[in-house]
């Protein structure tokens, strides 16, 4: 299970299902060897604050309460469409530009999203509300992050840059979203370009994918 929750994989962020199971092993083992290195059996758990889960609870009535002037489904509406006619398969960087644009405005409407039913029972409008709070970011992060990776790789498809360009572009997006502003910013970091023992298994070099 720790293995299968890390926030990483042997085959980069390109999860599959029939990958799940090297994940599991290669970094369960990282996570109980790690376990074994910090505790032992019988150590005291420090104790929860008083108040834990409560701003859980504080953000979950925020948004039961949510009395604004539009509705969830306008907004995931305005998202969607910005997402498929700026972002999709095939990218110009026109259209992703106008995208980081316009996602820019739709993601603000949550701070006046309307939700009508204030029940804690079968509530699917809070359901989609919270499930729409998600979305806005991950649309944000990722309309930002393609307008700026001016290359074509793996799914991003940029017409404008329709090679890939290791020189300049082999290297990982880290794009953070302000839950306080709705600004997102974007920034990079160098890929790990070698393995843990070069003796034993040396780099595989990157080639172009063709078909």
């Not at 907004?75 to 469409?81: F, G, K, V």
């Not at 995208?99 to 029972?121: F, N, P, Q």
């Not at 017409?159 to 572009?169: A, G, I, K």
């Amino acid at each position: 299970a720790a293995g299968e929750a890390a926030s990483a994989s042997v085959h980069g962020a390109n999860r599959l299902g029939a990958n799940s199971l090297l994940d599991i092993v290669v970094f369960g083992r990282a996570c109980a060897n790690r376990i074994a290195d910090i505790a032992s059996p019988g150590d005291k758990i420090p104790d929860a604050p008083a108040d834990v889960g409560m701003d859980s609870v504080a953000e979950l009535d925020k948004l039961r309460y949510a009395d604004g002037a539009i509705p969830t489904s306008e907004i995931r509406s305005e998202m969607q469409h910005v997402m498929q006619d700026k972002a999709a398969v095939y990218r110009t960087e026109s259209s992703l530009a106008e995208g980081a644009a316009e996602i820019d405005e739709v993601v603000k409407k949550i701070d006046d999203v309307k939700v009508t039913d204030r029940s804690l029972v079968w509530n699917t409008d809070l359901v989609e509300t919270l499930e729409l709070r998600n979305l806005l970011p991950s649309a944000a992060t990722t309309m930002h992050s393609a307008d700026r990776r001016k290359e074509s790789r793996g799914a991003h498809a940029h017409e404008n840059y329709p090679d890939r360009d290791d020189d300049n572009w082999m290297k990982h997006t880290l794009a953070y979203y302000d839950e306080d502003t709705k600004k997102t910013s974007v920034a990079y970091r160098p890929i790990h370009y070698y393995t843990l023992d070069e003796e034993e298994c040396a780099i595989v070099p990157p080639v172009a994918r063709v078909y």
